[in-house]
């Protein structure tokens, strides 16, 4: 007896911290589409400030203030969604945006389990925003943006224009090796036809249940794994870069840890991913150069890996197969001499994916590779929220804040914040991504109360150190 | 026979009344002479009762109303928004007394302790005190989760909260706050004292009921349901736990020595989804309302058939008696409200 209209498609938008998706998202709240959307926001932070940075789009806006969206958001999506339900002018889609933090997995699949929402929403896709200047960064140290990548149907590679073609190359192929389905889309600061993003009308339950599955496949001490057909003879390999020995004296990589303060986001600035370290390979023989001898020798990958290493130095030698070796590639330019006693195939595993330091057999090309899930675990990333009704001083907000990004500018992902500036009847927001930092006057406050709401989110951070700065920027 | 049948109603319709939004909730007045309404694309209108009855628009929230809940002895009712804001209403002028945000998050549940002192809100992930007039008297520390339901036990002393993995009763003494913490891992969708005040029920996401010995704390589990226990409710004295997940209502008999172990009552006739149902005040009748287009009056103790089936306009979203249990108001989605009445036959 009941009408049971068609349903409503829904996109998942997700995408890593300072993606773009609050961009994306304040384009299609004030962009002239034709269309009606509802934005439901996820914020992981304990205050809400992603609805006080949409501007002017109160009306549209949906907020569900509820930490990470894997575990407790779910009841609470649903209730908004049931809430958008009792529209009887309804909605032509419902995008939710889901904390940079999150992994959408849990989210798709609502949609599937929960009888009430697969009876009124149709999902129609998830679309992962990457930030192009961060992603390489990101994907090596953490677990979530490969994740995020892994579930989209729709990668909007973002930023495109701050880096350069090399790189894009290397991402893209990095996402494809990560989801080898999702379509790509290179956008600069977010501008992308909203067509693109709310009609990709792909999703596919098999195909999200098949990547979690991937995830769960058992862990693996290496990352990457390839097999070449060499001749007899030395054979280098080598990290990309030139050698550059004043780098090796000093140690560690300098971090450019000058302030930006011109907000120059062209300036050629380098997240350096690696300034240690060792990296774990190891080589085998194999029958021959196929895919298939690949797979067969993975079992006899994981014992080698499991034996001691050799630590070779930069210039080093690796003279035996098989062998476990711990080569340094700390340095750009570094190499190693392979020394092959029989033509034949050969496989090297990598602990990390040789990608990241560049690494290349000189002169030769895997005839066949693969990737194997890894499985870095998220360790202390949290967010700090501060709300202060106090008004704050500006100078010493500025100066809390070069403080901030030149100590921890590297440990803070994310920040973002809604500021109640003394003296000032707009509010300010800014929104920071690692050392670089925007800040601008937005509507004013009007009516509403004056309040600072900031979040910070990032590794190891501190509480009591944020709060101490924000004391010592409230005005006296 | 003749007084054999006059134990036996129905529902009679009385009134019907275009409010022109889905109906979120409606509350009647402690007199009865009144109903407030909340909608779900934000309309807030009031009901006189009388010849006609007449419905009045005074005023909205924007993005949708959550809540409605009146002030127990007075003329004074509180709403709250997806918008945000709490608004407060005086109803014997339809107007509007104060409207506050007391977050960023969207109040989802309101509830005021029996003595109308207090309104309790829960937004987010707190929960406040407000005075009567609206002052704030106290918040909460916020919880892990988001509050998705709070109310008052029938003392007043005590207020539930629902989240995701516990209850947690806040115990108000003076100004003092105890909070005790009733744990299961799973989202509590309810928060339900029973009247007598010897046990604390909640519908739960993972498909289960669970109700504690207060003054044991001992937790009982009730299994079997379909999906998420989204309807929990106690009858008048106690003696019955409703629930449902679906198109039937599970009863769990509380006399002799309680449900556990025992087969529950089914009370089945829907035949799809039940999203509303209220038991009357004072007395043994049970209301349901369903996705089916239709009204079942119960009387649970003498019966496991309907008393009266009535058939309204379309799907029902609320089903609320009023005080004093003679009268039920039946909202629907697409905007209708039917006043019945309570008769003999």
Same mark, same amino acid.
């Given at each position: 007896m009941s009408v049971t209209p068609s349903r409503v498609p829904v996109t998942v938008l997700t995408g890593f911290l300072g993606s773009g998706k609050t961009t994306l998202l304040n384009r299609i709240l004030s962009e002239k589409h034709g269309k009606r959307i509802a934005v439901i926001e996820n914020e992981f932070g304990e205050v809400g400030v992603d609805s006080e940075l949409v501007i002017g789009a109160e009306e549209e806006l949906f907020e569900t203030n509820n930490g990470c969206i894997c575990c407790t958001v779910r009841g609470d999506l649903i209730r908004i969604l049931g809430q958008l339900m009792k529209r009887r002018d309804r909605f032509d889609y419902i995008l939710i945006e889901t904390t940079g933090m999150a992994d959408p997995g849990p989210v798709a699949q609502t949609f599937f389990l929960d009888d009430e929402l697969k009876n009124q929403f149709q999902l129609d896709a998830i679309v992962t925003m990457v930030d192009a200047r961060h992603f390489e960064q990101h994907v090596d140290e953490l677990n979530e943006p490969a994740e995020q990548v892994a579930f989209a149907d729709l990668v909007l590679l973002n930023k495109t224009d701050l880096v350069d073609d090399a790189a894009l190359a290397r991402i893209e192929s990095r996402i494809r090796g990560i989801n080898g389905t999702a379509k790509i889309h290179r956008t600069k600061n977010a501008d992308v036809p909203i067509e693109k993003v709310l009609n990709v009308g792909a999703f596919d339950l098999n195909r999200a249940l098949a990547v979690d599955e991937a995830f769960l496949e058992p862990e693996y001490p290496f990352e990457w794994g390839g097999v070449y057909a060499l001749a007899a003879g030395d054979h280098l390999l080598k990290t990309a870069g030139e050698h550059d020995h004043h780098s090796h004296e000093h140690g560690a990589h300098e971090h450019g840890h000058e302030h930006h303060d011109n907000h120059d986001h062209n300036d050629g600035h380098d997240h350096e991913g690696h300034k240690h370290e060792d990296l774990d390979v190891v080589l085998l023989p194999l029958p021959e150069a196929t895919p298939a001898a690949l797979n067969d020798a993975i079992e006899k990958a994981v014992r080698a890996f499991a034996e001691p290493a050799t630590v070779v130095p930069c210039h080093g030698a690796l003279p035996e197969i098989p062998a476990h070796y711990a080569i340094d590639v700390s340095h750009p330019g570094a190499d190693f001499k392979l020394k092959i006693a029989k033509p034949g195939a050969y496989a090297l595993f990598c602990e990390h994916h040789p990608a990241e330091f560049g690494l290349h057999l000189h002169g030769a090309n895997p005839a066949a590779e693969r990737r194997f899930a890894s499985h870095h675990h998220e360790d202390d990333i949290a967010s700090i929220g501060i709300s202060d009704p106090r008004p704050l001083d500006p100078a010493k907000v500025n100066q809390w804040f070069d403080y901030l990004l030149k100590s921890r500018g590297q440990d803070i992902f994310r920040m973002k914040g809604v500021l109640n500036v003394k003296g000032e009847d707009r509010r300010q927001v800014f929104h920071g991504v690692h050392m670089m930092f925007d800040a601008q006057a937005e509507r004013p406050w009007g009516q509403a109360p004056r309040v600072s709401n900031l979040v910070f989110i990032g590794r190891g951070l501190d509480r009591a150190e944020f709060e101490a700065g924000f004391e010592s920027a409230v005005a006296k | 026979m003749a007084a054999k049948q006059s134990l036996s109603v129905a529902l009679e319709p009385r009134a019907s009344l275009s409010f022109d939004d889905y109906v979120t909730d409606c509350a009647w007045s402690p007199d009865g002479t009144r109903l407030a309404v909340a909608g779900g694309e934000g309309k807030v209108a009031l009901v006189s009762v009388g010849d006609p009855f007449a419905l009045q628009q005074i005023g909205e929230h924007l993005l949708g109303a959550l809540a409605v809940a009146w002030q127990p002895r007075a003329q004074r009712f509180a709403t709250s928004g997806q918008d945000g804001y709490i608004a407060l209403w005086d109803a014997t002028g339809g107007t509007q007394l104060k409207r506050w945000k007391p977050g960023v998050a969207a109040t989802q549940s309101l509830a005021w302790s029996p003595d109308g002192e207090l309104l309790a809100s829960a937004a987010g992930k707190v929960v406040c005190l407000w005075s009567a007039g609206g002052d704030k008297v106290h918040a909460f520390a916020p919880a892990a989760s988001t509050a998705v339901a709070v109310t008052f036990d029938k003392p007043g002393t005590d207020i539930g909260v629902a989240l995701n993995g516990e209850i947690a009763v806040h115990r108000v003494e003076k100004s003092r706050y105890e909070t005790r913490r009733y744990k299961w891992p799973a989202a509590c969708l309810t928060v339900n004292f029973s009247g %007598?005040?010897?046990?604390?029920? #909640?519908?739960? +996401? /993972?498909?289960? $009921?669970?109700?504690? %010995?207060?003054?044991?704390?001992? /937790? *009982?589990?009730? !299994? @079997?349901? &379909?999906?998420?226990?989204? $309807?929990?409710?106690? #009858? &008048? %004295? *106690? !003696?019955?736990? +409703? *629930? #449902? +997940? =679906? %198109? &039937?209502?599970? $009863?769990? &008999?509380?006399?002799?020595? @309680?449900?556990?172990?025992? !087969?529950?009552?089914? $009370? #089945?006739?829907?035949? /799809? !989804?039940? /999203? *509303?149902?209220?038991?009357?005040?004072? =007395?043994?009748h049970f209301i349901t309302g369903g996705r089916d287009w239709r009204v079942s009056l119960w009387r649970p103790a003498k019966a496991r058939q309907p008393v009266d089936v009535q058939m309204v306009d379309g799907e029902i979203s609320a089903v609320r008696w009023s005080p004093d249990g003679k009268r039920v108001a039946i909202g629907e989605k697409q905007g209708r409200l039917t006043i019945f009445d309570l008769v003999a036959r």
């Open positions: - | %007598n005040g010897r046990f604390l029920a #909640s519908g739960m +996401a /993972d498909g289960t $009921l669970h109700f504690w %010995n207060r003054s044991t704390g001992k /937790d *009982s589990q009730m !299994r @079997g349901y &379909d999906g998420k226990v989204q $309807l929990v409710g106690w #009858s &008048d %004295n *106690s !003696r019955y736990l +409703a *629930s #449902s +997940a =679906g %198109n &039937d209502v599970v $009863l769990w &008999d509380f006399s002799g020595r @309680g449900p556990e172990g025992t !087969r529950p009552i089914v $009370l #089945s006739g829907h035949t /799809d !989804r039940i /999203d *509303s149902f209220h038991w009357q005040p004072g =007395g043994e």
